[in-house]
T-cell receptor, first 115, second 113 residues
Framework: AQSVTQLGSHVSVSEGALVLLRCNYS??????LFWYVQYPNQGLQLLLK??????LVKGINGFEAEFKKSETSFHLTKPSAHMSDAAEYFC?????????????FGSGTQLTVLP | DGGITQSPKYLFRKEGQNVTLSCEQN?????MYWYRQDPGQGLRLIYY???????QKGDIAEGYSVSREKKESFPLTVTSAQKNPTAFYLC????????????FGDGTRLSIL
């Protein structure tokens, strides 16, 4: 069985500060890993994904994440927070070769950016 | 532009009533999904369909029903058997098995009167 744990349901940072959102996963087979962002009353938008290859993945809006197999982690970072980054962020996992149906989501982290 | 359209954006249900949420996509995607989102719980899969006229239960299918008569449409009915239907419902699609990522609609917020 696979699962995702997002540490911290709410994270606050000052504008210009580092953003770090934590995600740990559990999977018995090599995982695919994703970060999505959700703005209020909207659907989810893919920020970045890791499938195979380079473990440091760059996404949209200056975000990046690093797949660390030894730590079973896929933390999301951004060097300098912007007010427009305020949203809810979801980490998700699926396994290599799985059917299209299976994305397991974390419970989400609400990011607040303070002026 | 291609995308997923969910309607209505807000929906109210009376006790004992069935309601149907619409999901239409013009991405020519084979697979479609319904998720339920509750505060602090992330997204949970209700139903999914990989091809027309076929669908499978997800993790929380009780009290819901779906149909897939056309490739572009995947409506979700919230029946009176669903005792706690108040939630944000998201529809998603992908090209097909093993393809990523899932594209999402903007959701329907269902509330009980």
């Amino acid at each position: 069985a696979q699962s995702v744990t997002q540490l911290g349901s709410h994270v606050s940072v000052s504008e210009g500060a580092l953003v770090l959102l934590r995600c740990n996963y559990s999977s018995s087979v090599p995982p695919y890993l994703f970060w999505y962002v959700q703005y209020p009353n909207q659907g989810l938008q893919l920020l970045l994904k890791y499938t195979t290859g380079a473990t440091l993945v760059k996404g949209i809006n200056g975000f990046e994440a690093e797949f660390k197999k030894s730590e079973t982690s896929f933390h999301l970072t951004k060097p300098s927070a912007h007010m427009s980054d305020a949203a809810e962020y979801f980490c998700a996992v699926s396994f290599y070769g799985g059917s299209a149906r299976q994305l397991t989501f974390g419970s989400g982290t609400q990011l607040t950016v303070l002026p | 532009d291609g995308g997923i359209t969910q309607s209505p954006k807000y929906l109210f249900r009376k006790e004992g009533q069935n309601v149907t949420l619409s999901c239409e996509q013009n991405l020519n995607h084979d697979a479609m999904y319904w998720y339920r989102q509750d505060p602090g719980q992330g997204l949970r899969l209700i139903y999914y369909s990989q091809i027309v006229n076929d669908f499978q239960k997800g993790d929380i299918a009780e009290g819901y029903s779906v149909s897939r008569e056309k490739k572009e449409s995947f409506p979700l009915t919230v029946t009176s058997a669903q005792k706690n239907p108040t939630a944000f419902y998201l529809c998603a699609s992908t090209r097909g098995e093993g393809s990523w990522p899932q594209h999402f609609g903007d959701g329907t917020r269902l509330s009980i009167l």
